[in-house]
């Protein structure tokens, strides 16, 4: 049977170009600075977002998990919403690690006026705000893009109140290669962004963080103390410059998949995750997978389709297919 594996991006396997460019990568010990190959990767990247210095770690949940503290002192607040990943996918580390308060506005995209409502500056007798996190793009709301208008609205507005401004940017190459906002444009709105390489782009391991040079300093000894100190990780960082080389562009083909798939099932995807609400996720979930497609189930009535680089035309047309007979038998079931 035909297997098409829509759970996540994450699920994606390095190519076998990738492959012999992480056998050929010049290593050192990145604990000391001395790996050629991590040093190249966030030289590259804090120059692809703009920003001075970049560092390269093991998880998208550990690059989050390192800003919120640059950003937010010990029992300080951060404003984001309610679906964002940093407060919902990562066991609640802002507060573990960070002693961080965690307040939320409304699931999905932010916007200015719904943050601006939300915001306690320092000197009112409540919890200053430090800083707001933004998600870029959306993982919940389905791989939705904020417009850079919005996102310079939230600059705006949190530079005016001395808040800082962070961006889970798991999936912004997703964002960019969407909207064609270039990505230093993107990445000159925030103090600190997380970027993954493990998801559309394909590597099978890293993210990494992009601010300052005294930020990513800071973030260098948050690294340590978690843990996240790698030794001859230019095996590892050698498959995210391959990646960011080789397979940011191609983004463009998993956001058409969607497209085609999401035109069969009613919705209208912005990226490459198609969001569906059914009757009852799991089981929808489940019948899909006696097809042959894997789905994620993100709600009781919610699941989604994520495609990525090892999903291709033929197994998008069978998920399509799949997919448009179980939700006709569910209409059928409902007329009848
Ligand atoms: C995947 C993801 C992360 C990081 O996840 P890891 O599995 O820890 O790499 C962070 N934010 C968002 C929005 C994500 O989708």
């Known amino acids: 049977m035909v297997l098409v594996d829509l759970r996540s991006d994450t699920l994606t396997r390095p190519t076998p170009g990738m492959r012999t460019a ?83 506005v409304a699931g999905g995209l932010l916007t200015a006026e719904a943050v601006a409502a939300e915001l306690r500056p320092e ?94 300093a800071e973030a260098r000894v948050l690294r340590k103390r978690l843990g996240g100190g790698m030794r001859q990780a230019g095996i590892l960082a050698a498959a995210g410059l391959f990646a960011v080389d080789h397979q940011l562009e191609r983004l463009a083909e998993d956001h058409a998949r969607a497209a085609t798939l999401g035109a069969q099932l009613g919705v209208t995807p912005q990226t490459n995750i198609v969001p569906l609400t059914v009757p009852d996720a799991r089981v929808f979930a489940a019948a899909a997978r006696e097809q042959g497609v894997l789905l994620g189930v993100v709600g009781p009535t919610r699941v989604r389709m994520v495609l990525h680089l090892d999903v291709d035309d033929v197994g998008v047309r069978h998920a399509a297919d799949v997919l448009r007979s179980l939700l006709d038998e569910l209409l059928a079931d409902h007329r009848g």
């Open 123 to 216: 000197g009112w007798g409540t919890v200053p705000t430090a800083a707001v996190s933004v998600e870029q793009t959306h993982n919940r709301a389905g791989g939705a893009v904020h417009a850079v208008a919005v996102l310079q609205e939230l600059r705006d507005l949190t530079a005016a109140n001395g808040i800082k401004l962070h961006c889970d940017g798991a999936r912004i190459w997703n964002a960019h290669v969407a909207s064609g906002v270039p990505l230093e444009a993107y990445g000159r709105l925030f103090d600190s962004l997380s970027v993954c390489l493990s998801k559309g782009l394909g590597a099978p391991v890293g993210s990494v963080i992009v601010t300052s040079a005294a930020l990513a």
């Open 22 to 104: 992480m056998a050929a990568a010049e290593v050192g010990d990145d604990v000391y600075g001395e790996d050629p190959t991590v040093n190249a990767l966030e030289e590259q990247v804090a120059g692809l977002f703009g920003h001075e210095a970049a560092v390269f770690v093991p998880s998208g949940t550990m690059g989050n998990q390192i800003c919120l503290r640059l950003v937010v002192p010990p029992a300080g607040e951060l404003l984001c919403d309610a679906d964002a990943h940093v407060v919902t996918y990562e066991h609640g580390g802002a507060a573990q690690h960070g002693g961080i308060q965690s307040r939320t």
